[in-house]
């Protein structure tokens, strides 16, 4: 914002006004409205002053110990995480137990924590539709709509230029993090590849809904052997199972990068933003 003197040519450029985590709450709660979360999820804020300034902003997908400490020693003043700190309740949060431990460690250092879950997951922009778009796929639209509007739903389907199953695989391996487990994959590795669904975190609750689809493979997390093992039975799509953390980062440069523009032209001065590159995958290594 600029202002001119009307006794003078010259042009004075005001100071860029600070955000604050409430300013910074208001968009998340507009893109990620709560209310779409489901019922049993717990996100929105979990610590911090929506009063306090925010100038820097860590991305996680797990409010884990090492990723706390990396906010601390960075000087982040928000952690948006992914995943519910308190998915279930609690009676307290004394430093001799780790989340209570996270909890202290970011309050001392005046570093907010902030998750949002199933409502990311399902929203245009959101955990699954950033997975679609890293791994190539356009004509976008949700596995199962909500009421919430055509856009909004669980995981999305898309298409990519023909390819064949290995490739595709290979594609999967190439964008995502690195992970000790890597990409898994059921299906012959020349079968013609051309419509793909994709569902960030565990999704085999949607292999039902898939196995009689036009998809040529469903590429999700945490799949379970004997449901694995019947779908691709069945001779519906091939499978791929990919590490559910590594599936769910690819969220955070988006909406890392959404954020800084936002605050930039809102409130006059951008946030700094971040993305954690500590793995908080829980396998860390294969034999």
Not at 41 to 62: I, M, N, R, S, Y
């Amino acid at each position: 914002m600029k202002w001119r003197a009307s006794s003078c040519a010259a042009v004075a450029t005001l100071p860029a006004m600070p955000s604050t985590l409430g300013e910074v709450l208001a968009l998340l709660h507009e893109w990620f409205p709560p209310e779409t979360a489901e019922e049993w999820d717990a996100v929105g804020l979990v610590w911090g002053d929506p009063a306090q300034t925010v100038e820097k902003v860590l991305f996680a997908v797990d409010a884990a110990p090492a990723v706390g400490a990396e906010a601390v020693a960075w000087g982040a003043d928000l952690l948006i995480v992914h995943h519910p700190l308190f998915l279930t309740p609690v009676h307290g949060i004394p430093r001799s137990d780790p989340k209570g431990r996270l909890v202290g460690t970011l309050a001392d250092a005046g570093c907010g924590l902030f998750t949002a879950h199933t409502n990311a997951d399902q929203a245009v922009g959101g955990v699954s539709h950033a997975l679609a778009l890293a791994l190539g796929l356009t004509e976008l639209r949700p596995i199962v709509p909500t009421s919430w509007g055509p856009e909004i739903g669980t995981g999305r389907i898309g298409v990519v230029p023909e390819t064949t199953l290995a490739e595709f695989a290979a594609r999967a391996a190439r964008v995502l993090p690195a992970t000790a487990a890597g990409v898994r994959v059921g299906g012959d590795p020349g079968r013609p590849v051309r419509t793909v669904a994709v569902c960030g975190g565990s999704g085999d609750a949607l292999l039902d809904q898939l196995a009689a689809g036009d998809v040529d493979v469903y590429l999700t997390s945490d799949l379970r052997h004997h449901r694995a093992a019947e779908f691709l039975e069945a001779d519906g799509p091939a499978l791929i199972d990919v590490p559910h953390w590594a599936a769910e980062w690819t969220w955070l440069p988006v909406v890392a990068e959404r954020l800084e523009g936002a605050t930039a032209a809102t409130v006059g001065g951008s946030v700094a933003t971040r993305v954690s590159l500590t793995p908080t995958d829980p396998w860390t290594f294969r034999i």
